[in-house]
């Protein structure tokens, strides 16, 4: 099963403060909720594990990423990453671009993804549609989390930052929390567009 999407958020940061974070390979990665990074291959490449839960089911993917096609001129950069289940229960594989505009005193951020699942993972998932709902649910936090970051960062005119990131060994998330937003936007949508 593949879906394809489109987000895009405000951080407020100035456009090479958030470029910084974003190529960042230690900061940016465990901003994916319920994400780890659990090796640092070299600069660009990594390993990864990331929990999902759905009710008691606990689902724990191991995975290798990519940062690549890093163009600090115009701001953008892509992540390709790829991954199985433990248990076998399932693999996913995705494609994500970035590009960051400055749009002071933020920076707007849109991230195109192309995401492919196969496995009972796929099976169980039977409308597409609301998988997108929950990947779209998913960018939303990432967006929340690498706000903290760059907030946390304090982004200083001069001397050493107070570079912060979110803790590791993050906790799995919630699947079922996921499935009960991702319902309401789709319901907000549907509702909100035939008053």
Known sequence: MGIKFENSFAVPASLDASWKILIDVPRIVPCMPGTELTERLDERRFRAAARLRVGPVELLFKGEGELYD???????AKLRAKGSDTKGRGAFQTEMGFSLAAQDPETIVRVATDLTLSGSVAQQARSAGLVKEIA??????????????IAADGVPAAGPSSAASLPQGAPAISGFALLLAAIRAMLRRWFGTRS
């Open 70 to 76: 890093v163009d600090a001129v115009v701001h953008t």
């Open 136 to 149: 779209q649910q998913l960018t939303r936090r990432f967006a929340e989390n690498l706000t903290c970051v």
